[in-house]
């Protein structure tokens, strides 16, 4: 019953803001915490620019070679030590594949195993607690390591990377599981379908293209890791890149950025058709 | 619908013939080129190593425990200064990030011809470069040091903040951007009243998903010599000071699985 209340009553709102000049409204609400937020930043921001020590002159000296490396970019020179700059490239590559390969086949069971409407509880925990792990150590960290145990070459980093697949491929194939369609699910269950059959025709269609997707995309960050493991010794395109460097050869060092660039796009290019293909 | 016939009738398959016999090609050809990998990988390998790797895991878990604790107090001023350098870094490719998003827009580039694909390919080339190797390339020019270190984050962040927030500022409501067209608002006032209000929690968003992973790369910056706590890193390797590397591990561990924490609470009150 509207008619009971007094009619201006809904409008009180309005009529306390009226008459007032129109302000933006800020983006933290609160007024006590926008101001704690904005002295606590100014305040942080002091202290570390103030403990930041830089050596202009060092910077100011600097600038000529910068210049030189950016001259390189216009006449990168992949001839001279084409012979390193191939092997490396290729030891990327073949990194990429292997890695992605490995990793993306361990990554389906474990997703399988993390995804709370299909795995019982312990299953779940134990799988969570992979990518977890997975997920907080860093690769390059994952790299010294393996190197230190497996020794230079590929072989460690190619492990690097089959476990930091396993860690993102996973979590973000389980969250997908989760969230599927559980009627799909259910009623190939009711045809008296085994668990097997169950997962081959009721889950897997539907995560299916978000399985490759992903899986490309993993493709497109193994590569670009795999271009720096080598710094550490674990193989790919990072240890020419490195000598280069040292060698302040920045010619070979611009033509080397220059294909990984190049190669990136590519697979973004091919991942983005590919996407849109299977979506 | 593909079916195959058998003595007691048709049976449903899922795929005919032809298709059967593509998708068994295309394996078999992707199964040859992994193989083809792994023997690169193999040949490439030691396996004397390999076979022995066990005992050296063990060994090295052998001298990493216990952690040396104590060492703790030469680590304060490093994990200050990777604080410094993924924040510091952070704001330094915000600001540089919301120009070239701007230019990246559809819906906001002055020029669809000429500006945006500069603007994209900035964009591209950035990101597709890892911190470290800008870090590398920072450090020949600038000398090492956390100056080199806050430039590489602030360089390899620009890219992925860029590209993120153009996405956001294509996706606006264009009726809102409108409304405030039709006051009479100037293209400065349609950008700070339209355009501005609907990004920002997209933004603030980016900001702090990007300074959580920034931490995580800061934190391995130092192996190249861009300071931070990956200095003191290598030179515990450097020296096998393994006690001293399992507790930097610990701590960097730490700081990843904090700094998670934190950009997923903000996060969770922005949106």
Request: charged share 15%; proline share 4%; glycine share 8%.
């Amino acid at each position: 019953m509207t008619a009971a209340l007094p009619p201006d009553a809904t409008h009180r709102e309005l009529d306390d803001i009226l008459g007032t000049r129109w302000r933006r409204p800020p983006l933290v609400r609160r007024a006590w915490l926008r101001w704690a937020l904005i002295v606590g930043g100014l305040l942080y921001l002091v202290a570390a620019i103030a403990s930041v020590e830089v050596n202009w002159a060092r910077v100011y000296e600097g600038l000529d070679r910068g210049a030189a490396f950016v001259m390189a970019f216009t006449r990168p020179d992949f001839v001279t030590r084409a012979d390193a700059i191939w092997d490396g490239m290729l030891e990327s590559i073949v990194m990429t594949v292997a890695s992605s390969v490995v990793g993306i086949a361990i990554s389906i069971p474990i997703a399988l195993g993390a995804a709370r409407n299909i795995a019982p509880l312990p299953v779940y925990m134990v799988c969570r607690g992979i990518i977890a792990v997975s997920r907080a150590l860093q690769e390059i960290i994952v790299a010294i390591l393996l190197v230190a145990i497996f020794g230079f070459g590929p072989l460690a980093g190619f492990l690097t990377l089959s476990f930091a697949t396993i860690g993102f491929l996973s979590k973000l194939l389980a969250e997908d599981i989760e969230s599927m369609d559980r009627s799909q699910a259910e009623a190939v269950r009711a045809t008296g379908a085994r668990w097997g059959q169950w997962i081959d025709y009721g889950v897997k269609p539907q995560v299916i293209p978000r399985l490759i997707g992903l899986s490309i995309y993993r493709v497109d960050i193994n590569f670009r890791e795999s271009a720096i493991l080598g710094l550490v010794g674990a193989g790919g395109i990072g240890a020419t890149l490195n000598t280069a460097f040292d060698r302040y050869e920045y010619d070979t060092a611009a033509a080397i950025l220059l294909l990984i660039i190049v190669i990136v796009m590519a697979l973004e290019y091919v991942s983005g058709i590919v996407r849109a293909r299977v979506q | 619908m593909p079916v195959l016939e058998t003595a007691n009738g048709p049976v449903w398959r899922r795929r005919n013939r032809r298709e059967a016999l593509t998708r068994w090609a295309t394996w078999l050809v992707g199964a040859l080129i992994f193989l083809w990998c792994w023997a690169r990988i193999s040949d490439a390998t030691t396996w004397f190593f390999v076979w022995d790797a066990p005992s050296i895991a063990g060994d090295i878990l052998g001298r990493a425990t216990p952690p040396r604790w104590s060492y703790i107090d030469n680590l304060w001023v490093p994990i200050w200064d990777t604080l410094n350098i993924a924040t510091l870094g952070t704001l330094a490719a915000l600001v540089m990030a919301v120009p070239v998003a701007f230019l990246a827009a559809r819906n906001t580039t002055p020029s669809a011809l000429f500006v945006r694909p500069v603007a994209l390919l900035i964009i591209v080339a950035t990101r597709s470069i890892n911190s470290l190797i800008w870090a590398l390339l920072l450090i020949a020019i600038i000398g090492p040091g956390v100056f080199a270190g806050i430039m590489a984050i602030a360089i390899r962040s620009i890219g992925f903040c860029a590209k993120l927030l153009y996405e956001a500022i294509e996706e606006i409501d264009g009726t809102q951007v409108e409304a405030i067209t039709a006051t009479g608002a100037s293209r400065w006032q349609v950008m700070a009243y339209g355009i501005v209000p609907q990004v920002m929690p997209a933004f603030a968003g980016i900001a702090v998903f990007r300074w959580d992973i920034n931490i995580r790369e800061s934190t391995v910056l130092g192996l190249v010599g861009a300071g931070g706590i990956g200095l003191q890193l290598q030179a515990s390797l450097n020296t096998l000071a393994w006690p001293q590397v399992s507790l930097i591990l610990l701590v960097i561990l730490l700081a990843v699985v904090l700094s998670e924490w934190v950009s997923a609470k903000v996060r969770g009150a922005i949106i």
